[in-house]
Structures are given as C-alpha cells and as structure tokens.
C-alpha cells in the first residue's frame, strides 16, 4: 500500500470551502482503493496567519512542504490585505520556490454545462492552456521611485530568460505532441513588445525542429482572445507568457460555462519538488462562506494531481464522477445557474465514486 503524503493549504475566501471538499474526494478514493492510501497535512496560511504572524506563510513554510508528494490549494486573498502582499506572500512564493514553472490549464466543456457561446458545440471547444509561471510579467523585478510626489516612476519589468523560454516551450511541444490533434499555438505579441517577446518567437521556432510530428502557428495575444471566441476549433494547445496566459485561461474557463469549473496545475517537470494543484478561481469574496461555491475546479484539479502521482485509474474514476454530477442540473451551484450548495456537489461525487468502487468490484 502506497501512502502519498498532501499538504492541503486552503489559503483564504471559498479556498477554505473546496479545499476540505477536495480533500473528502480524495478520502473517498482512497476508502476504495487497496492500492494507496493519503496522509494528509493541512497548513493554515494565508490571511488569518497573515492577522496573527504579519506573514502570509512562515518563513520556512517550503521546509514544512518539501517532502510532500503534492499540495492541494484554494486560493490566496483577503478582503482586508491588498492583493499584491497575499498572492506575492502565499501562492506565487510556493510557485516560484519550488520553480513549478509549467501551469497547466485544461478547458473542456463538461457535460451538462449550458456555455455561453452560442455557435459552439462541445467538442469544439477542448483546450490546455501552458502558461510560463516562473518569469515574464511575473518576475518581481521592478519597483517604485518617489512615491507621492509629481514625478513618480514605477515599473514591472517583464524579464524573459532563454533558458526560462526554452523550458516552457519545449514542455508545451511535448503538451501538444500528448494529444490526439497535435496542435500548438504559440501566443505573442512580438509586434509590440520588440526584445522579450521577439526571442520567445525565435525560441519557438528553435523548438518546434525537435518536434516534427507536432503543427504550430503563432497568434499575436489580443487576435488570439477574438479566435478563442470566434473559431475556438482551431485551438488545441496554446502556450503563452504569465500575464497573457492568466488573462486567456480566465476567458477560457468563462466560454466553458465558468470559473468556477477550471482547474490548474503547478508543475515542477523535472520533479525536484512536490507540484501544486488548485482551481483557477481566487478567494470569490462575494460569495465566499456561504456554501455557494463550486467546487468542481477543485475536484478537476485533484484529477490533475491524481494523474502527477501516477495513479491513472484513480484520476479516470474522479473525472468521470464529475461529468456524471456536471451532467444533472439538479447538482449544479449557482454559478452554473442551479441551487445546489458545496457540500451537496462533494456528495454527490462521493456517492458517484461509490458507485464506481462497487462496479469494478473493488
Ligand atoms: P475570483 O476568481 O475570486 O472571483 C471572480 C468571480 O467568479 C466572482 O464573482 C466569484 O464569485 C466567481 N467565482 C470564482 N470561483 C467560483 C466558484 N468556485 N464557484 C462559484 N463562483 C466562483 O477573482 P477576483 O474576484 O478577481 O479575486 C478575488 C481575490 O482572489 C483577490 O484577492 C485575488 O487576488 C485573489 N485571487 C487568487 C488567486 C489564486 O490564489 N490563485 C487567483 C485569482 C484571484
Ligand atoms: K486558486
Ligand atoms: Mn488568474
């Protein structure tokens, strides 16, 4: 029996309400599995710690999760904390502490799922989205200078490195050779942004030679939001920076019927540290303790982290689960425009596993 060691962060907002419900799916596998088994660690980081210890984690936080197979989160953001000290202090530390620099976002639409797009049928719409999650807009490098007074300066410098580009592309090659259609598309905006963005394109033509099966255009970022919209078929695997990935993956997630169904993954490729799974969503303020979140991001996200740890089988069954409930409108939440709460949805994934344990006779 195999024990895979998670540590569960729930972080702030509905990140405290999917979290523990990922958790109970990934209970409920494990009930029916005599293959493995979950230990699981729960940190209580974000902006309660933040209140109590003037830090978002503590210093030595990536100690406590080095040694973990995995690490389930929900989301960083409070209310009562700017934005930019809890994603900087909480999610984008781990991110980068442990150089998970390939984020991963699939996009389908699942059955049941009224999307909005009118002309858009299904199967036309089934996207991984591989954003670069260690550099670029994200890098921190950047600052302010006289602040208050008229002649204020403050930059974000995007920084690219080669090495940086050369990873993420040639793990977006192998993303797209994966699937059935082979199909890349490298987002840029070359035109514009003249030194960065002008070696990510070259970088991509260097990469695509070690990759003569796969078929790659380029699409410049804002031609590349009117085709997700207007000929979303074309589109299989896209890759693109930080900042032009986070902005598409959220369009993404809405033409699939809503954010509160994408789920993402942290990878470390090289595997020298755990990976990290969450939904795209953050801390959802507005609705945030009141039940009403969905929590199928998350459950799609432990699919994901399933499939990290190898357990293959296990991540089919969940993800078949969740189409079963996504297919009854009775079980949706209110996102997708049902009365269904968090809890019900988590049962009735649970119960579905069930099900599934007694049909192959586990
Ligand atoms: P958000 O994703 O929290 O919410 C956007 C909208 O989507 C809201 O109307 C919300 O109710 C809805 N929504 C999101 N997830 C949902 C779910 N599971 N079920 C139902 N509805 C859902 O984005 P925001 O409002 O821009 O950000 C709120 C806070 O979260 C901010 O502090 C932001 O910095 C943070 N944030 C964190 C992460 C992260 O930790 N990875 C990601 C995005 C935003
Ligand atoms: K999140
Ligand atoms: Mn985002």
Redesign the pocket.
Known sequence: MKTYKIACIP?????KE?VPAGQTVLEALAASSNTFKFEFENFGWGGDWYRAHGAMMPADGLDALRGKDAIL??????PDIP?HI??WGL?LKICQGFDQYANVRPTRILPGIDAPLKRCRPEDLDWVIVRENSEGEYSGVGGRVHQGQPIEAATDLSMMTRAGVERIMRYAFKQAQSRPRKLLTVVTKSNAQRHAMVMWDEIAVQISKEFPDVTWDKELVDAATARMVNRPATLDTLVATNLHADILSDLAAALAG???IAPTANIDPERRYPSMF??????????MGRG????V?TFWSVVMLLEHLGELEAARRLMQAIEQVTANPALH???LGGKATTTEVTQAVCSQLAKSSKGKGA
Do not use: C, K, Q
């Open positions: 972080g702030d907002g509905i990140g999917v989160f929900g989301s960083a953001g409070d934005d809890t994603l999610r809503s954010l509160g969450e939904p795209i969503h953050g801390s959802a303020f507005d609705i009403l979140a969905n929590p991001g939440t209110r996102d």
